[in-house]
């Protein structure tokens, strides 16, 4: 049964660093892209960063861009956000996705199994 588990969110000051964990089961995360999305309020959805399947290639959305650092662990299934020097404008819950069917919910506009999601708010 696959399930991405997001953790790792909550309230930290400008100039401050979380790191988020996305825990996957039921597939393999070196198969695949997995992504991390963020929707902020009142704003459309972002893709913040992808990691390919097999090479691990990594691409950022410009706001993301030398601060922010995707990485994986393929023993323990799990996909990482390192993002530091975060600023209020990086509030938003944060997403993990892989590109496979079969989930219930769709938090922003694009096919795919997503996670229940993991708040970041950014806020002095």
């Known amino acids: 049964q696959v399930q991405l588990v997001e953790s790792g969110g909550g309230l930290v000051h400008p100039g401050g660093s979380l790191r988020l964990s996305c825990e996957a089961s039921?597939?393999?995360?070196?198969?695949?892209?997995m992504a991390w999305y963020r929707q902020a309020p009142g704003k459309e959805c972002e893709r913040v960063a992808t990691?390919?399947?097999?090479?691990?290639?990594?691409n950022y959305a410009e706001s993301a861009e030398g601060r922010f650092t995707i990485s994986r662990d393929t023993a323990s299934r799990t996909v990482y956000l390192q993002m530091n020097n975060l600023k209020p404008d990086d509030t938003a819950e944060y997403y993990c996705?892989?590109?496979?069917?079969?989930?219930?919910?769709?938090?922003?506009?694009?096919?795919?199994?997503w996670g229940q999601g993991t708040q970041v708010t950014v806020s002095s």
């Open positions: 996705w892989a590109p496979l069917g079969g989930g219930t919910t769709q938090p922003c506009p694009v096919r795919g199994y």
């Open positions: 990691i390919a399947g097999f090479s691990g290639e990594t």
């Open positions: 039921g597939f393999l995360i070196s198969s695949y892209t």
